[in-house]
């Protein structure tokens, strides 16, 4: 059975940076990409990052480049999302997802697992 469990989400003041991890079990962990989403009240899930089983691509989504950094550990089965210059409006519950391939995937639907998602607020 496949987990995904996240930690590292957290109330931080804008400008601040904070750190997601996701930790895997239950296959092959280096053999599908993992991606980040956020979803926000009252609005759809959004893409944040995606990288790819290797971890030889990454993908951030346009809103957050230049500021996120996605990155795994496939010895150890983790995935983790840096956040720095956080604003109020990355305010949302992330979710860590794996993929059903190994290439990087942007839509929700190409991910089959899901974490258990974490809240990251920011202040302004």
């Known amino acids: 059975q496949v987990q995904l469990v996240e930690s590292g989400g957290g109330l931080v003041q804008a400008g601040g940076s904070l750190r997601l991890s996701c930790a895997a079990s239950g296959r092959t962990f280096s053999n599908y990409a993992m991606g980040w989403f956020r979803q926000a009240p009252g609005k759809e899930r959004e893409f944040v990052a995606g990288?790819?089983?290797?971890?030889?691509?990454?993908l951030l989504a346009d809103s957050v480049k230049g500021r996120f950094s996605i990155s795994r550990d496939n010895g150890k089965n983790t995935l983790s999302l840096q956040m720095n210059s956080l604003k109020p409006e990355d305010t949302a519950v992330y979710y860590c997802?794996?993929?059903?391939?190994?290439?990087?995937?942007?839509?929700?639907?190409?991910?089959?697992?899901w974490g258990q998602g974490n809240q990251v607020t920011v202040s302004s």
């Open positions: 997802a794996s993929a059903f391939r190994a290439d990087i995937q942007t839509a929700s639907s190409r991910y089959g697992y």
């Open positions: 990288i790819s089983g290797s971890g030889m691509s990454t």
